[in-house]
């Protein structure tokens, strides 16, 4: 049924590494075409295993993958033309230009000639200027654009950044997730990994969290952050307030007595304000945040 396959359908996938390490230990995914999708999780959760398995940079040792309908295991060269994979590791040919990198690997995919998209992905890349020169003359940001364009080269439906703003600087991270935001409305499914949170938040529609090798949540990013019940809060009070005995878990007092801050319970909120107003402590100033995937993602980490 290739109208209703997945993107990436992952189910009871298990990496052991030899030594004795389980860096995956079931997880079960499934990516919808069209979908940006999150894979976040703290350092050592398996993120870059689960990419590396569907890149074929290594193997499960249970379960299965498929790409648009395609199963992994049974067709791998079918499967890798589905899908463009930025690794974390930029590993590039340092005697290569920069367009022959380009050219080279369009025709590893067997696109003999590639030249028009090739250009078109140096000049969306910021890269054109820099086409001639050998990669080892590039500076680390450059190096990272090469590695996106690498990925693109053959046109994949599905696209695939391990933390592909990592060590990048904000000019080239906003530029990243503007191409990314493109290639999504021109209808490819892009699955992402990135530690800079809110750049998933603003970017992803649905997340899912991994720690330990499992799957800890995987939902919408609306209803990952309603799910919250924290609120962030600041309060500056009109003149020096002395703290409460009993202050509002999660809830930090400043030094001069002035202000609070911190995240806090929506019926906490309420109750610390009627304990202002019954001492006659004035608010000068009250500010509430919706939730951040931060927040969410701590407590879901922690608790794992
Ligand atoms: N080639 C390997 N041999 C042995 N153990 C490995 C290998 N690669 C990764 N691991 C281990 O597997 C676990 C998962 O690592 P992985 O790189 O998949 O995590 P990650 O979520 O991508 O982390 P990060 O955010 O740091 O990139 C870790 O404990 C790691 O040390």
């Known amino acids: 049924m290739a109208g209703t396959a997945a993107a990436l359908l992952v189910e009871g996938l298990v990496k052991r590494y030899k030594g004795g390490i389980t860096a995956l230990d079931g997880v079960d995914l499934r990516v919808e075409p069209g979908e940006v999708f999150a ?49 974390q590791e930029i590993a590039l040919d340092p005697f290569f230009t920069v367009r022959e990198v380009l050219v080279n ?43 996106v364009a690498k ?4 046109q994949p439906p599905l696209i695939i950044l391990d933390e592909p703003t990592a060590g990048v600087d904000v000019a080239l991270r906003r530029d ?17 990994t990135t ?3 809110e750049e998933a938040q603003a970017l992803a529609g649905r997340v899912a969290i991994i720690n330990h090798g499992r799957v800890v949540r995987c939902a919408p990013m609306s209803q990952l952050l309603n799910s919250f019940g924290g609120r962030r809060a600041a309060i500056q009070w009109q003149g020096g307030v002395a703290k409460p005995a009993q202050l ?28 202002a107003a019954e001492h006659g402590h004035g608010v000068r100033d009250l500010r509430l945040e919706p939730p951040r995937l931060e927040d969410v993602y701590l407590q879901l980490t922690a608790e794992g």
Do not use: C
């Open 39 to 87: 894979i976040l999780g703290p350092n050592g959760a398996g993120k870059s295993t689960l990419i590396n398995i569907v890149a074929q940079i290594t193997t499960a040792t249970a379960g299965a993958v498929a790409v648009f309908g395609t199963a992994l295991q049974q067709d791998p060269l079918a499967t890798k033309r589905l899908v463009g994979i930025t690794p």
């Open 105 to 147: 690997h369009a025709g590893y995919y067997g696109f003999r000639d590639a030249s028009a998209h090739v250009e078109r992905l140096l000049e969306r890349l910021g890269l054109a200027e820099h086409a001639h020169k050998r990669t080892r003359q590039l500076s680390g940001g450059m190096k990272r654009r090469l590695t």
């Open 248 to 275: 509002p878990v999660g809830m930090q007092w400043d030094v001069a007595g002035e202000a609070l801050s911190g995240t806090v319970d929506e019926q906490a909120l309420p109750q610390l304000l009627a304990w």
């Open 176 to 192: 990243l997730w503007a191409f990314v935001s493109e290639l999504h409305q021109e209808g490819v499914t892009v699955i992402l």
């Open 151 to 154: 990925s693109l080269v053959h």
């Open 195 to 197: 530690h800079y949170l």
